[in-house]
């Protein structure tokens, strides 16, 4: 649906995620207000467990959102690189998870794609929910059609799957416990919704089995209650489990703030095209693909007309595709594993 970039904001001095959508879905009503939404959900939470929303520039060619940068990736590239959390580790950080998913069902908010790839991590190992471009508001029509589906099927509740209309908080506190199962055994948690529950679930340790079990039972109304009654009951068993700790990250190697540029681009004119731009020692790019310089050096184009609006987002200094170019061999590395550890999104 996107493609997520990491920026330098000129003013506020920092690094940033910039999630732009992808021109197919902004040509559709419907996709492009979905992203939108993503951007009210966002916008309508504080928690210090939710990735922050900067800014939203909805009225260009391609929206974007402009977000706060977890250095440490994600949650599911850290179980394919390093296996499976101790029980208390994975204990401590889905109780946070579950304190974030607390606060968005106050604020009438369920997420419903709750998966390790959208569980953030800071530099520091500290976790943050991401991602709720798929997110329903309590109390107002949905986008989603009444046949639509949508989700992850190996981390979505049951009756998420059979009538969206039925999603509630309850949905979220099963999303969650599936993501527990996962991070204890970095295997998929499909094996929940079948003939194998029972096998799938002795393999987890002693203390949150049967937190597992409570928290993804198959009927809603036999489920936790809440995501907050998850939180109390996870920090609860965390204390006695072996395996706590900070998670054992690689702190993220992010490039120097650049230096000041001598050329600012609109973002009404850099949004849409492939040009490429460069300020003195600053990396080639361009907002929506990466390039390589020629070889005679990066291409230096005019400086169209400063505007007003969204100026700051116009002085951002670089920009790198997270999605491409090394991450190429990471995707390609990471595909082997798959089919090791058997860990699916």
């Known amino acids: 649906m996107a493609r997520v970039y990491l920026c330098w904001d000129l003013e506020a001095s920092r690094w940033c995620a ?144 059979q009538d969206p209309r039925r999603v509630d908080p309850r949905s979220d506190v099963y999303s969650a416990g599936a993501c527990l199962f996962a991070v204890l055994t970095a295997q998929r948690p499909i094996e929940l919704l079948g003939l194998k529950r029972t096998a799938a679930l002795s393999r987890l340790p002693d203390g949150l089995r049967q937190i597992v079990d409570q928290a993804t039972a198959l009927d809603p109304r036999r489920r936790i209650a809440s995501a907050a009654d998850l939180e109390t009951e996870l920090r609860r068993v965390a204390v006695g489990l ?56 990066p291409e230096r184009v005019a400086a169209p007309r400063r505007r007003r609006r969204r100026r700051w987002i116009a002085a951002l200094c670089l920009l790198l595709l997270g999605c491409s170019g090394g991450c190429a061999g990471l995707a390609a590395a990471a595909g082997a594993a798959l089919a090791r550890a058997g860990l699916l999104s």
């Not at 059609?145 to 190996?154: D, H, K, P």
């Not at 230096?259 to 850099?270: A, T």
């Not at 949004?271 to 390589?292: C, E, H, K, N, Y």
Request: hydrophobic fraction near 40%.
């Open 18 to 161: 910039v999630k732009v959508i992808s021109d197919e879905m902004a040509e559709v009503p419907a996709h492009r207000a979905r992203f939108v939404q993503e951007a009210r959900a966002m916008a309508q939470l504080r928690h210090p467990h939710i990735l922050e929303l900067f800014s939203l520039a909805d009225d260009v060619e391609s929206p974007f959102l402009v977000m706060e940068h977890a250095a440490g990736g994600n949650l599911y590239d850290r179980l394919i690189a390093s296996g499976p959390l101790g029980p208390g580790e994975a204990a401590y950080l889905m109780a946070d998870v579950c304190a974030a998913l607390q606060s968005a069902h106050d604020e009438g908010i369920v997420h419903r794609d709750i998966k390790p790839p959208n569980l953030l991590l800071t530099a520091e190992g500290r976790v943050q929910v991401g991602d709720f471009g798929v997110a329903r508001f309590e109390q107002e029509l949905r986008l989603t059609r009444n046949n639509m589906t949508v989700g992850t099927l190996a981390y979505m509740a049951p009756e998420q799957g």
């Open 242 to 297: 072996p395996g706590v700790g900070p998670l054992l990250l690689t702190p993220a190697r992010l490039p120097e703030p650049p230096p000041e540029p001598d050329l600012l681009l609109d973002p009404g004119e850099l949004l849409g095209t492939q040009r490429p731009w460069s300020g003195d020692g600053l990396i080639p790019g361009v907002l929506r693909a990466a390039i390589t310089p020629t070889a005679g050096g």
